[in-house]
């Protein structure tokens, strides 16, 4: 083995991302990120969100040929925007998260309990980004409830030794998609972690099936509610040897965004990037 190539072996099993269980379970708090981050909505998420969301409904009405059945949003925070464009394309969401406060954020605004997130403002948001005023909003809801309520809501985690899934009573689902967004930077400990979550998703997938993950550019930590959470940098290289070393899914295509959040949200990144392939 030459020294190049055991260095690299040593950086890619180096633990880069030094998170703890207990960040999630314990430190991390649902509300104050949706509050930070999704319930303001002005022009500080604007130079993020208008160029994300423009570009990921583009592939979805571009890459995806009819009505499909069934995705996977993997890492999905207590989030609602990515499930919302999917609503529009796919019957049934598996929806899964390692926080368990996260998945409680997302049962809560499906059972329409009263103290549950409002996400109205931020879903007109985002249609109006996808199609301008002219949307009917309780209409994408109901898509979304819909495609929700027709699967599941669990635990994952990237570091289970045999399964992605934590409490899901089918891991050997097949899906037509698996997106991901903001999530594996934060998960994974290490490019091999990486990769194993990669390979993972590459035999998840159905033949033909889209991978999607969104990613922030060399991120090394982001800070809210008096915290901070550590990130392992990815590049569009990273993702791309990823990607090619399942031996199962294409070359990624990668979109490079330069956008960035106000840097009062404490994210250390340097752009943002949305890299997509297909199983082979």
Excluded at 9 to 37: C, G, H, Q, R, V
Excluded at 48 to 72: A, C, D, F, R
Aim: proline residues 5%; negative net charge.
């Amino acid at each position: 083995m030459t020294d190049d190539v055991e260095e690299k072996n040593k950086t890619e099993e180096k633990i880069l991302n030094p998170w703890k269980e207990s960040d999630y379970l314990e430190k991390w708090n649902a509300n104050a990120y949706l509050t930070s981050f999704c319930q303001q909505i002005n022009g500080q998420w604007l130079p993020v969100m208008y160029p994300l969301v423009s570009n990921i409904n583009e592939l979805l009405q571009t890459k995806l040929n009819k009505k499909e059945q069934i995705v996977l949003e993997f890492g999905g925070g207590p989030c609602l925007w990515g499930s919302l464009l999917l609503a529009e394309y796919f019957d049934q969401i598996w929806f899964c998260d390692f926080a368990p406060s996260n998945l409680k954020s997302i049962q809560d605004w499906l059972d329409e309990k009263p103290d549950a997130f409002n996400w109205k403002p931020f879903f007109n948001y985002v249609l109006d980004i996808k199609q301008g005023h002219h949307h009917n909003e309780f209409e994408y809801e109901t898509k979304l409830r819909s495609a929700l309520r027709n699967r599941k809501i669990f635990r994952c985690d990237v570091n289970k030794i045999n399964s992605l899934f934590i409490d899901s009573p089918n891991d050997q689902q097949k899906f037509q998609m698996i997106f991901s967004s903001f999530c594996l930077e934060s998960a994974c400990s290490s490019y091999n972690i990486l990769k194993q979550t990669i390979l993972r998703f590459s035999d998840l997938l159905e033949s033909g099936g889209m991978l999607l993950i969104c990613s922030f550019k060399n991120s090394t930590s982001y800070t809210f509610n008096g915290d901070t959470f550590t990130d392992l940098p990815l590049s569009p290289d990273i993702i791309r040897n990823a990607f090619l070393e399942t031996g199962h899914l294409t070359e990624p295509t990668c979109i490079s965004l330069d956008s960035q959040p106000n840097p009062t949200y404490g994210i250390t990144n340097h752009g943002i990037m949305i890299n997509y392939g297909f199983k082979i």
